[in-house]
């Protein structure tokens, strides 16, 4: 696990009411990568949106996500995940977010999108927040531990609210195969600083943590290279709008995340970071 000392929680809270717009025009409700099959090609494939669904269509059927369940989506963004679910697979789903603004979104998105009896969002710490045990049938999150500060003591945690046989999936920023050298940490310590991420884990370290907690993995999958193309698009789309110029309106850390798609993508590319999909399983 590779770490820096000067991410803030409020900052994370900050970055999220404050950029949700920008999120929105930059990747819709969704807030994270698209997954693209490999004989897709990298960006003249599927829309960005489409490779979105897809993953979140992949990761639900590794997750045997079926109608019924109950559902926790940590960090749930503005309720992409949470509204699909719910929709299309007939889940319960509880998301939560530390951003107000994320909250009031997601919840008024899914209303317009007719699942607001199947889906509620609270606004709270996933690190902080106490759930029953065996309360869900699957613990949910794309792209939020990553912002998380101590990973480790979250899935002892998540894994206590799963009933038996319950799923964890998540996707996640991994530091990558190549973070072991000088280089490979600089690149690391640069994403985590501009993307408010405390640590970034390896492959080996979730499943770790996973196991630790109790759960039996079901897969590790290294899903790197279908998911880049999303920061070539939204490279691409900061470029041809004045994102950059309204970025200065608002803060430092709104800017710094606009200006760092490349060091993302470096990283990726030279394998400094990583992008894993981890299922498992309580017994
Ligand atoms: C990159 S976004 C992903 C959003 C959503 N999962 C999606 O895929 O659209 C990260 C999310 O994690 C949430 N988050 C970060 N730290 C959190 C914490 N400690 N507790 C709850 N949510 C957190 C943020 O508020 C944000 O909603």
Redesign the pocket.
Known sequence: MISVSDVR?RD??FH?DLTTVFYRLLRGQ???HGLWDPEHGQVTGDSPLVAQIHLVNTLATKALISAGQRVL??????G??SIHLARERHCDVTG????PV?KLWATTSAAFSGVRRRTRFRQ????AIEFSASQFDVVW????TE??FDKPAFFRKAAKWLKPGGRMAICAWLAGEKSDTPAGVEQVRQVCENFLCPSLGSESDYVGWMTAGGLEMVEAADWTDQVLATWEICERRVRRTGMRWLAKLVDRNTQNFLNHFETILNAYRSRAMGYGCFVARKN
Do not use: F, K, P
């Not at 989506?73 to 503005?78: F, I, N, Y």
């Not at 939560?96 to 951003?99: D, E, G, Q, V």
């Not at 999150?141 to 939020?144: I, P």
């Open positions: 929680s994370i809270r999220y969704h807030i994270h989506d940590v960090g749930c963004g503005m992409g995940s939560i977010t530390l951003s994320q709270a710490d996933a690190e999150s794309v792209e939020c912002h998380l």
